[in-house]
């Protein structure tokens, strides 16, 4: 493994810029992701949020080359590591850059586990390969970061396989095959979805305790808020495979801008609000992405729609410090822009 | 026992047998009442065997042991009149597209119950189509469509609406919403709350997400490893929960607000829960309880009233 260069921690390690992602299946094309960008500091977690369909897998694996097999994919823009642009380099070129900056997370453990071997194996191979340790060094490196995950008696867990581990063990595992390479970024593509509300908690605080040991910068796809207000430090809001929101998590959780924010936070019930109450409802259904209309994507739910809302589509712009506390608080709407331009009185 | 009980359940179990070993205890003696026009929600984590009541209430899964009674009658001697108890209790699934036919449209979906069970002319079945649609805020162009072009949400309006088709007094829910986007979840809930009130139906909802039980149910039971653990009106359960995992699960329940998030202290449970075919002894929850007591290990807990409404299931609450 190559010396740590010290890096000054106001440099992102990774960038995302204007990525857009078709897929083609039988007979259509999906704009999945359209002209997204985002990146990455050391040490700092960015959830993105946004519901099933929203572009949030796609825009986050697919520089990666992480997408379900047999879909063709078209991917242009620039995802940028310290060592080159993701997209510029070639299929193995690409699978080394991945291997040694990147560790995955997935929803189902079961989908990276080879259910037909042994987990301390899988481990050790992955640090073989990609950390560059012996044989022997390997095994005992596995050991350690089962333990360091949470997995008791890993000398005896080293020759289980998946199957016999529960759901939460099999998530510690994961998350130890995700570590073995030393990556310095984290992709968890909906950690916790599937597992139970006790479980969640701990791999979530697991998590968090692995990132304040090592710095590792943290992507956090999700659909859960609560996890979102507990994890992250910056959001990313996605609506129909663009970003519509972004800010410190505080700034965008506490004063959503983008009318689908706002909608989908007062749509959503925590155990603070009022019992029998009435939840705010966003009208209709996200778009079909194969048959997009100009115009802003969310304008047909929008409560605050306008005629010029129709006709372009709005980019991401920071709101002026009047309503924010950071001008690093950015939202894709023209209606929102145009409110904070003019000044309060 | 309550006279307004629509439905009474006894001791219920639900064993499934398993290739290897002891069979899995997913339901393992429950008792409970669903009051007539209640919006009761039961919660627990995955496999706590929440389906498996939910099912056997139902008629859907057939009880190794205990009953289920509904209007004084107990679910064996209603299986001789299958239609004439599913006039009366409807389940709701998880994936809506997958309890509708896929081949038929929106209507003949809709018509189908009607048709079974011989209600109406063709012209009063039509009448009776139009009236669901709006019940459920469907608009009427949907008639004609296949399930496949609906959205997510409106498939589960169009289940619901079948659901209510032939007026029943009870609905069975199994976690509604987690096949929606979150969205559209808002939508389906507010659709629940508002059927509640209007037709006076007993609704049982389950549900993972403590959010959404808490802000629809008048009473809530949480079950733990095949049995309740605590059950109670709604707004004493959040706001003194009882047995330790109630405590648990309400504690591991994230606030959506940062600053709440961030400076909250989780007290976290040790663990995965446990195996339900080998389930603890004693107290099933004793292997995770931050309060154990030596007794726990040894002696089930049973469920006792702690006050006129509240039951919990613990030696030590």
Redesign the interface.
Known sequence: MPATIEEPRSLPIYEVDRLTVDLYTDKRTIRAVDDCSFSLKPGETLAIVGESGSGKTVMTLGPLGLLPEGIAVHLRGKALTARGDLLAVSGRHRAAVRGNDFGVVFQDPLSALNPMRRIGPQLAEQARRFAGLSAVAAKTDAISNLRRVGIADPEDRYWRYPHEFSGGMRQRAMIALALASRPKILLADEPTTALDATVQAQILALLKQIQAEDGLAIVLITHDIGVVAGMADRVAVMYAGRIVEEGAVADVLKTPTHPYTQGLLSSIPDLDTPIGGRLTEIPGAPPDLSSLEAGCRFAPRCFAVTPPCALARPSLAPLSSVTSTTPTHKVACFVMQSNCQEPIR | MNASAAITVKQLQVHFASSRGAPVRAVDGVDMEIQQGELHGIVG??GCGKTSLARAIAGLQRPTGGSVTFDGRELDDWRRERLAFSRHVQFIFQDPLASLSRRQTISQSLEEPLKIHGLGSASQRRERILELLQLVSLPEACLDRLPRAL????RQRVAIARALALDPRILICDEPLSAL???????I??LF?DLQKKLDLSIVLIA?D???I???CTRVSVMYLGKIAETGP??EL?ARPRHPYTQ???????????????SRH?Q??S???PSPSSPPSGCRFHT?CPFSAPVCEIEEPILRMVDERTSVACHVA
Request: hydrophobic letters at 45%; proline letters at 6%; a negative charge.
């Open positions: 984590e995955s959205s997510g949400g409106q986007d979150v969205s559209i979840r808002a939508q809930l507010n709350a993972h403590l959010a959404i808490r802000l629809v709604t707004s959040f648990a699960l309400l504690e591991a329940a994230p606030s959506v607000d940062p600053e709440i998030e961030r989780v976290l449970l663990g995965d829960p995770r």
